[in-house]
T-cell receptor, first 114, second 108 residues
Framework: EAAVTQSPRNKVTVTGGNVTLSCRQT?????MYWYRQDTGHGLRLIHY???????QIGDVPDGYKATRTTQEDFFLLLELASPSQTSLYFC?????????????FGAGTRLSVL | QQKVQQSPESLIVPEGGMASLNCTFS?????YFWWYRQHSGEGPKALMSIFSNGDKKEGRFTAHLNKASLHVSLHIKDSQPSDSALYFCADMGYKLTFGTGTSLLVDP
């Protein structure tokens, strides 16, 4: 089974604080994604990448930066956190974006911005 | 931007009953759909895919796609307590877009 590991699992910060969420996949997948999950909105794509050094903008990118340092590692950065960014964040990976490509998700990071 | 709306938001079915989940999408160019399931405290996991109009059956699960009416559905026969989860439909087209989710509770 494909493995995606997120850290930390829980994070509390204050408004204006800096937060980095980490994701590592050991699946040799090219694509990695960051989603946020909120009740009533489902899963919304923040950023994604198709390889080290590449970054693509998703549907809700405002207030977020991301960096893909290696094929395995993808980071989500919140440089001035706001309460609206309180959410459950998921990282995922896939080998491609074809119709048969499955996304493999991590267990999530719950972020609270006070 | 593609929008994927799911209904109902939540659903309670008795054990052994049939659960029906619906998904409406806005982009007529959409072609590739998946259903994902998320148990409490876990990340979503792929359940099944459907790419062609009509029905696709995998065990107790049947997906239905009607591109003309922009509609995808999932039917779970003989529902089990372990089916209690959050279900998402997803358009795996150009921009990966997930629906708003349906919370299913199977009452033993």
């Amino acid at each position: 089974e494909a493995a995606v590991t997120q850290s930390p699992r829980n994070k509390v910060t204050v408004t204006g604080g800096n937060v980095t969420l980490s994701c590592r996949q050991t699946n040799s997948h090219n694509y990695m994604y960051w989603y946020r999950q909120d009740t009533g909105h489902g899963l919304r794509l923040i950023h994604y990448s198709y390889g080290a050094g590449n970054l693509q903008i998703g549907d809700v990118p405002d207030g977020y930066k991301a960096t893909r340092t290696t094929q395995e590692d993808f980071f989500l950065l919140l440089e001035l956190a706001s309460p609206s960014q309180t959410s459950l964040y998921f990282c995922a990976s896939s080998s491609g974006t074809g119709r048969g490509d499955t996304l493999y998700f991590g267990a999530g990071t719950r972020l609270s911005v006070l | 931007q593609q929008k994927v709306q799911q209904s109902p938001e939540s659903l309670i079915v008795p054990e052994g009953g049939m659960a029906s989940l619906n998904c409406t999408f806005s982009d007529r160019n959409s072609q590739y759909f998946w259903w994902y399931r998320q148990h409490s405290g876990e990340g979503p996991k792929a359940l099944m895919s459907i790419f062609s109009n009509g029905d696709k059956k995998e065990g107790r699960f049947t997906a239905h796609l009607n591109k003309a009416s922009l509609h995808v559905s999932l039917h779970i026969k003989d529902s089990q307590p372990s089916d209690s989860a959050l279900y998402f439909c997803a358009d795996m087209g150009y921009k990966l877009t997930f629906g708003t989710g349906t919370s299913l509770l199977v009452d033993p």
